[in-house]
């Protein structure tokens, strides 16, 4: 049973094969046994979620129906949720319970999902890795010995371990798509504007979108049908007609032609992943799918560029973590000033305080202009390259990732190589496009993923895209040994 996806899970419901009580203790209890191995989730919600599974099923047998009803998931922990603990990874939130839902939380609740808990995150979304989550670093249940990526760690190692069947991330400058491909799982960033971030725990607000994560492309557009919607409560959200993502998972292929960045395939990519993307070119030409060579000439300059915005956006958003409201309140100060330094010295992780310090730095007068003020003429130039791109190709496509997932501690002490696993996808947040990252091969047993970019709410391409190409290959049905 928690091999199958959504869909099926959904099917079985509706049948009554099973009840949402049995199927959510039957994840509740998967947690329970591999948790202290993956250390995937923060908090594990065992009485709210077999009260909304009782819920669910009452309506159920009146006969009710709803997107998700009685189906569990997972939530990162950046998403405020009322009632349980909202860390965001931090020990500045460790004592956090939130007074209220994230938008994306209401939707799931009112479209009937059961929440089994709060998967965990590198600190403040902040690192590609999970190593910096206060609560330790996520394992990735492929191989223990490695990291599952991050800042969504958590809910790829919960979804690709079958914890949960699918789980909700964030993705600022690849946290989405990134953990996706080490987990061996599909993850989808969506435009931006598109999902709403009220209540989601802000770390660089101009990039911030939320978005699914599950087994399969076709679990993501359900995904995306309940989370993505207007909400005043966000000035950056889009009011365009809702959409079902589902209806053009099943369109043909034929006559779709798909860009190939060479900046995506030069130097410093690994052997098996150039190699998967190869076959995976192969299986999309048989399915009619044509390719070209483009450029997107200013691609070197976005691991730079964000390293100057989500910077400075971070510094300014985490200055409200002071002590005073809400949060962690260092022991004893002896006044006011003590008390806001040795708070924030003492709740925030060390990458965090790197940013913030960088932040600062690159806003303050003197540096605005040669650093941020350069950062933002340089973020137009790489959205009009993508501009350019798209009157080509329909979609653009490349790896997710330069490498498999690599050792737990191999690249913490070394900030810029562990930045530079963003390389491939971070200019799709500046440009605020949809990607997607789908299972496409492995390398010594880790999986590999390959990414597609598309112009500005054509998620639906996307979804369609990925969705054709699950049903050649068999990638995304894999699942780790240990956890079978
Ligand atoms: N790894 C990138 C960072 O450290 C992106 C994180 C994210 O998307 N939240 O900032």
Redesign the pocket.
Same mark, same amino acid.
Request: proline share 0%; net charge negative; glycine share 12%.
């Given at each position: 049973m928690y091999r199958k996806t959504l869909s099926e899970l959904a099917a079985e419901l509706q049948k009554g094969q099973i009840s949402s009580l049995e199927l959510t203790r039957l994840f509740l209890d998967r947690i329970e046994a591999s948790n202290t191995t993956l250390n995937a989730f923060i908090s594990v919600d065992r009485e709210g979620a077999e009260q909304a599974a009782k819920v669910a099923d009452a309506r159920l047998t009146q006969g009710q129906t709803g997107p998700l009803l009685g189906l569990p998931l997972a939530h990162k922990d950046i998403f405020c949720t009322e009632g349980v603990k909202t860390s965001c990874g931090s020990r500045m939130l460790d004592n956090f319970i939130s007074p209220y839902d994230a938008s994306v939380v209401a939707r799931f609740k009112t479209a009937g999902a059961v929440m089994l808990g709060k998967t965990n995150m590198?600190e403040f979304?902040? #690192? &590609?890795s999970n190593e910096?989550s206060w609560y330790g670093a996520v394992k990735n249940p492929w191989d223990n010995t490695c990291v599952p990526g991050?800042?969504?760690g958590g809910s790829a190692a919960a979804v690709s371990a079958r914890l949960t069947p699918v789980a909700t991330g964030?993705?600022?400058? #690849? &946290?989405?798509r990134?953990p996706a491909a080490l987990c061996g799982i599909t993850g989808l960033k969506p435009t931006y504007g598109r999902v709403s971030r009220y209540g989601m725990i802000a770390?660089?607000s101009s990039?911030?979108q939320a978005g699914p994560m599950a087994q399969t492309a076709e679990d993501c557009a359900r995904l995306l049908n309940v989370m993505a919607g207007f909400d005043e409560r966000d000035s950056t959200s889009i009011d365009n007609t809702p959409e079902d993502f589902t209806a053009a998972l099943e369109q043909s292929l034929a006559g779709m032609t798909i860009g190939l960045p060479v900046e995506y395939f030069q130097e410093g990519i690994h052997a098996n992943v150039a190699q998967s993307l190869d076959t995976a070119i192969d299986e999309l030409g048989k399915l009619g799918v044509q390719f070209k060579e483009i450029s997107l000439p200013n691609q070197h300059l976005a691991v730079p560029v964000?390293?100057v915005v989500?910077p400075a956006e971070c510094s300014s958003n985490l200055s409200r973590y002071d002590g005073v409201r809400f949060g962690y309140r260092c022991e004893n100060p002896i006044d006011l000033e003590d008390m806001y330094k040795r708070s924030r010295g003492e709740g925030f992780g060390n990458?965090v305080k790197r940013?913030i310090m960088i932040g600062t730095y690159v806003l303050s007068a003197g540096y605005y202009d040669a650093y941020y003020l350069k950062a933002q003429q340089i973020r137009h130039l790489i959205s009009d390259d993508f501009k350019k791109a798209f009157d080509q190709v329909d979609l653009i496509m490349g790896p997710t990732t330069p490498e498999p997932a690599f050792k737990l501690g191999a690249k913490s002490k070394d900030p810029v190589s562990?930045?530079l696993?963003?390389i491939y996808?971070?200019s799709a947040?500046l440009a605020g496009l949809p990607g997607i990252s789908v299972p496409c091969g492995f390398a010594d047993g880790l999986p590999i993923g390959l990414q597609m970019i598309a112009p500005a709410f054509m998620e639906s391409r996307l979804l369609n895209i990925a969705h054709k190409y699950q049903q050649v290959t068999d990638w995304h049905k894999r699942m780790p040994a240990d956890y079978e």
């Open positions: 590198d979304a902040m #690192g &590609s910096t991050g800042s969504s964030t993705d600022t400058g #690849g &946290s989405i990134q770390f660089a990039l911030d964000y390293y989500a990458e940013r562990m930045y696993n963003d996808t971070i947040n």
